[in-house]
Structures are given as structure tokens and as C-alpha cells.
């Protein structure tokens, strides 16, 4: 019975030490609902951003992404901040919830053009409708 309980603690430990597992959920933008999977602490987030990619393909969810994890910026939800380096682990950020977010792409910025789409209805990004909501001018009558 001891060397039965031996080996169950080595596989928990899996080699690895004591890596704690974390559950995240990130969001996508113009995606129903937010995409949750488990990762361990010391995985990098460009990682994270991947696999995040595959499992949103794998569900079959819209809009199309596309799968070049170098396109793809990982924000903090609650935070304001600027986007997480691909080189840092996920679990240094102390968060659970993020964002996932498409980069804008060379040629759109220099024509001024809105960014791919990503929206349900539209074609802009949710900055791009707020910035459009406030720059509105109300006709005086």
C-alpha cells in the first residue's frame, strides 16, 4: 500500500516540482461568451494566447480569428494597462480574467482605415465605436 501511495504522489507532481495550475477565462472581442481553460502558472503568455486561439477554432465560434498567435495582444481585464509581453509568464500578472484583442494591422493605420473585422455588427473595434460614440456632433436646432 506505501509504494501504491509513492507513486501517485509522483505523477501529481508530474516532474515539475509543485507548478501551480491556474483556471483563466479570456475574452474575445465580438465572441459570445469568454473561452476558459486551465494553463500552469509559469506558462509564458504567447503560449496562453495560442492555445486560447486553437480551443475558440476548436468550438467552431465567430467571428473567424485566424491562428498566428504574433497577430493577438493579451490584456488584463480589470486593469488598464498595456498589453502583456508574450515573454512573461501568465501567472506573474496576478489575474485570472483577460482580454484577447487583434492587433491592427500596418497598412490599416496608415490609411486610417478601421481596423479587421471583429465586431458582430460592424466592422470597427470597440475603441474605434467609443471614439466614433463621442466625436458625434448633436445638429442644434
Known sequence: MLAHNGKQQRKSQGGKGNVSRLLISINVMGSPGPIRFVVSEDELVGS?????????????????????????????????S?????????????????????????????????????????????????NKSLNLKIPSQ
Open 48 to 80: 496562453v494566447i495560442d492555445k486560447a486561439l486553437r480551443s475558440y477554432a476548436r468550438q467552431g465560434r465567430l467571428p473567424v480569428l485566424g491562428s498566428d498567435p504574433g497577430d493577438f495582444l493579451l490584456y488584463r481585464a480589470n486593469a488598464e
Open 82 to 130: 498595456d498589453a502583456l509581453s508574450p515573454w512573461e509568464t501568465i501567472g506573474s500578472q496576478g489575474a485570472r480574467n483577460f482580454l484577447l484583442w487583434k492587433k491592427q494591422k500596418a497598412e490599416e493605420v496608415s490609411k486610417g482605415s478601421p481596423p479587421a473585422a471583429i465586431g458582430r455588427k460592424g466592422s470597427g473595434s470597440w475603441k474605434a465605436w467609443i
